[in-house]
Nanobody, 124 residues
Framework: QVQLVESGGGLVQVGGSLRLSCAAS????????LGWFRQAPGKEREFVAA????????YYADSVKGRFTFSRDNAKNTVYLQMNSLKPEDTAVYYC?????????????????WGQGTQVTVSS
C-alpha cells in the first residue's frame, strides 16, 4: 500500500499563496498517478487537480485553473500543489490521493489511497 502525508496548509489572506506538499511511501512512486481533492464543511469532497505518473500531464478543476499548479518530484517521492491568488472559497481540507489504475482522474471513487488532509483557510 501507499502512505500519503500532506503538509503546508494554514491560514492565509485573500490573494495570498500556499504550497501544499504530499510525501508518499510504500510503493514505487513513479508508477502511479496522484490527485488533490478538497472538502469544505457541509460539502462533498471535490476534485482539484491530478497529475500523471510521469508528471507530464496535469488536469485542473475550472475553479482553480490558472491559479494552482500541480507538480511532482519522483526523486523525492513528493508532489506539490502551488496555490496562488487564493480566494475565500478555496477554504477547505485538502487531501492528497493516489490512483494505481487507469481511470477517471476527477472521481473520488477512482483513488486507492488517501492522506489525512491539511486545512487551508483563506481569510478576507
Amino acid at each position: 500500500q501507499v502512505q500519503l502525508v500532506e503538509s503546508g496548509g494554514g491560514l492565509v489572506q485573500v490573494g495570498g499563496s500556499l504550497r501544499l506538499s504530499c510525501a508518499a511511501s510504500g510503493r514505487t512512486f513513479s508508477r502511479y498517478a496522484l490527485g488533490w481533492f478538497r472538502q469544505a464543511p457541509g460539502k462533498e469532497r471535490e476534485f482539484v487537480a491530478a497529475i500523471s505518473w510521469s508528471g507530464g500531464t496535469t488536469y485542473y478543476a475550472d475553479s482553480v485553473k490558472g491559479r494552482f499548479t500541480f507538480s511532482r518530484d519522483n526523486a523525492k517521492n513528493t508532489v506539490y500543489l502551488q496555490m496562488n491568488s487564493l480566494k475565500p472559497e478555496d477554504t477547505a481540507v485538502y487531501y492528497c490521493a493516489a490512483r494505481f489504475h487507469i481511470g477517471n482522474y476527477y472521481r473520488v471513487s477512482e483513488y486507492d489511497a488517501w492522506g489525512q488532509g491539511t486545512q487551508v483557510t483563506v481569510s478576507s
